[in-house]
């Protein structure tokens, strides 16, 4: 019996001491985080605005959480419309920060995607192992992260998003020869038409940086629109004639990043999962931080501060779209030079003027630049998922320009679309890493 009492003794003391273990939560962890709730959304389908969305608040609250410990960056409150005081620890908690920010991720992350379910079975697996290391660190972290999250959640519940929701789908004008009109194969509605109403992180309106004007609409071979149809015709056609060695192919289906792309075979349809333009510079922003070591603060800042342009460069393209409404390339074409013409890529169902990648790449990249510096090498992986390899640059600004000329070489846009879209998101980036004072050596 003694023999007993002294082994029940010592099982006790073995889990009092494996409940007082240090969790150390790392940048790695924070990647992984990024990478499910990429994830999800690639499962669950979202447009590119929409996928911005959930980054952008996301890491928001994970980013509010660190700023409540970290004394070298300053808390977004007050900076970000309508974003007030953040909730502050309770005193004699044992908060891990960096822990609590994970928890705040997941728990916006999860509220804004379908498949909870695929979120929750990660979060559990790490709150299992959390909570076996140190139960009261775990459920004081915890509490604070869901604290930040449900403060974010009210925030973000007065975008105008959900309002946007019930809004009239955008009606098509078939009377005007310049108008978008639905495109092959799927003739789509436009998406997301009001988006241009979702209340921006940090730029002053939708149309802040409204872009200059693309020529003229016209029909006559001498015109520089017609000349800019003709463009994007001939550089379809000389890539089809390259085949599979065109390097213009393999840079057009590295960029295209296509949530939904549509094969129809037949009487079959099946459809082809992938990330948006968003995610491929989040992505992008991942590399940058694993090449630096960035430890877990500054990761979360970088993913933040990216996020916020990206997010705010939807607003403004999808405010320009919807006004100018210009009809893509296909669609002119096929009416008026080949009715049989097919661009490298599927086109997107919305209007073509700006050019959306050419925004966003122009603001993620200017962004990324202010945390990582000019001529920052790196290989960028991020399509390696879906079987296309790896592209090097030597700085974000090269990588935003391959992008945005993606759009030509893949029949979806025009030139204008593409130059101006990229100075569209380029001064829109500068503006956000003018404005946002994020750390506090700025």
């Known amino acids: 019996m003694k023999c007993i009492g002294l082994f029940a003794i010592f099982i006790c003391f073995a889990s009092c001491q494996n409940q007082n273990q240090e969790i150390n939560i790392t940048a790695s962890d924070y990647h992984a985080a990024v990478d499910k709730v990429t994830e999800v959304m690639v499962h669950d389908i979202f447009s590119p605005p929409v996928a911005s969305r959930i980054y952008n608040y996301a890491n928001i609250a994970a980013y509010e959480v660190i700023c409540q410990e970290e004394n070298e960056y300053n808390s977004l409150q007050s900076q ?20 609590a920010s994970l928890v705040a991720y997941l728990e916006i992350g999860k509220n804004l995607i379908f498949s909870e379910d ?9 709150y299992a192992s959390w909570q076996t290391k140190n139960k009261t660190v775990f459920q004081d972290s915890k509490a604070y992260g869901n604290q930040v999250a449900e403060h974010i959640k009210s925030w973000y519940s007065s975008d105008n998003y959900a309002q946007t929701r019930t809004m009239p789908k955008f009606s098509v004008n078939t009377e005007d020869p310049s108008r978008w009109q639905p495109t092959p194969p799927d003739y789509m509605d436009g998406i997301e038409p009001h988006w241009s109403k979702i209340r921006p992180s940090i730029i002053d309106s939708s149309a802040q940086f409204k872009p200059a004007r693309y020529p003229d609409f016209s029909l006559e071979k001498e015109s520089a629109f017609y000349k800019e149809l003709l463009e994007t ?5 000389t890539i089809k004639k390259e085949g599979e060695e065109s390097e213009k192919l393999e840079i057009a289906q590295f960029w295209d990043c296509n949530p939904y792309v549509s094969t129809h075979k037949g009487h079959l349809m099946f459809a082809t999962k992938k990330i948006t333009p968003g995610a491929h510079w989040i992505g992008i922003c991942k590399i940058a931080c694993e090449k630096t070591n960035a430890d877990f603060s500054k990761t979360v800042f970088a993913y933040t501060k990216t996020s916020i342009a990206i997010a705010d460069a939807f607003i403004s393209c999808w405010d320009e779209k919807y006004r100018s409404n210009l009809i893509r390339p296909e669609t002119l074409i096929n009416q008026h030079i080949d ?12 209007p073509e003027y700006t050019s ?5 790449s122009g603001a993620a990249s200017t962004v990324l630049t202010s945390i990582f510096g000019d001529n920052f090498e790196f290989n960028d992986d991020t399509e390696l998922r879906y079987g296309l390899p790896i592209r090097s640059f030597n700085s974000f600004n090269q990588a ?6 993606s759009r030509l070489y ?12 990229l100075d569209q998101g380029r001064s829109l980036g500068s ?6 004072q994020m750390k506090k050596s700025n």
């Open 339 to 350: 009715e049989n013409w097919e661009p490298v890529l599927q086109t997107p169902p919305f």
């Open 118 to 126: 695929k979120i929750n079975v990660y979060q559990d697996s790490l």
């Open 400 to 405: 935003a320009d391959e992008a945005a000329i």
């Open 233 to 237: 015709y001939e550089v379809g056609e």
């Open 356 to 360: 959306g990648h050419s925004v966003v």
């Open 410 to 421: 893949g029949g979806i846009h025009y030139r204008a679309a593409i130059d101006l879209g």
């Open 431 to 436: 503006f956000v890493v003018k404005k946002l």
């Open 80 to 99: 970000l419309h309508g974003l007030n005081s953040i909730p502050k620890a309770g005193d004699g908690k044992q908060i891990n920060y960096a822990m």
